[in-house]
């Protein structure tokens, strides 16, 4: 079955750049969605159609895709940035099935 | 402003069946595709199925499929999600999503509700 690969963890200081990559074989044929998830809340989109934010989303969040790998990007990252972020896609198939990925615990101290 | 209001889930027994409900306002939902996605305690979230606009196309994870049925009643602004034949890992927090554009082969979701929680326990 399809997966998407993140790495577990990335930690900066406050104002650091902090980078979230997400790996999977069909990302250069779909698009790539970022989410993020504080403790004890539902998810929310951050990044959609791997470059656009959508409205009420600060600036500091960025996305991007190249080949098979989408990166999502915190400028100058805060502490209310602490979060997990988890990447989404759907499969090559016919069933055209969505997939996380993993998770990236993103920590801001 | 969009609103998802899961309901309907609950303490079940393996084996047995569980009907969700999903009522969206704010938007109009004839024009958006819906998912529903659980979460199990301590994990990251899990998409179960996608139903385009009309109904007419759906898709489920390996996991569930021929166990869960996805649906929806547009005249109701309602999606639903009925599970069959529950196991124990089935408990999660479910919830209902809405989808950015009618279909769903390439597309994501961009408002989730707060989830309803079904837990599987003999």
């Known amino acids: 079955s399809y997966e998407l690969t993140q790495s577990p963890s990335v930690s900066v200081s406050p104002g650091q750049t902090a980078r979230i990559t997400c790996s999977g074989d069909?990302?250069?044929?779909?698009?790539v969605y970022w989410y993020q998830q504080k403790s004890g809340q539902a998810p929310i989109l951050v990044i959609y159609?791997?470059?656009k934010r959508p409205s009420g989303i600060p600036e500091r969040f960025s996305g991007s895709s190249s080949g098979t790998v989408a990166t999502l990007t915190v400028s100058g990252a805060q502490v209310e940035d602490e979060a997990d972020y988890y990447c989404y896609s759907t499969d090559d198939s016919d069933n055209h099935g969505g997939v996380f990925g993993g998770g990236t615990k993103l920590t801001v101290l | 402003e969009v609103q998802l209001v899961e309901s309907g889930g609950g303490v079940v027994q393996p084996g047995r069946s569980l009907r969700l409900s999903c009522v969206a306002s704010?938007?109009?939902?004839?024009?958006?595709?819906m998912y529903w996605v659980r979460q199990a305690p301590g994990k990251g979230p899990e998409w179960v199925s996608s139903?385009?606009?009309?109904?007419?196309?759906?898709a489920y994870a390996g996991s569930v499929k021929g166990r869960f049925t996805i649906s929806r009643d547009n005249a109701k602004n309602s999606l639903y999600l009925q599970m069959n034949s529950l196991r124990i890992e089935d408990t999660a927090l479910y919830y209902c999503a809405k989808g950015l554009g009618r279909a769903y082969d390439a597309s994501g979701f961009d408002y989730w509700g707060q989830g309803t929680l079904v837990t599987v326990s003999s």
């Open positions: 139903v385009d606009w009309n109904g007419w196309s759906i």
């Open positions: 704010g938007f109009s939902f004839d024009d958006h595709a």
């Open positions: 159609e791997d470059i």
């Open positions: 069909a990302l250069p044929k779909k698009y």
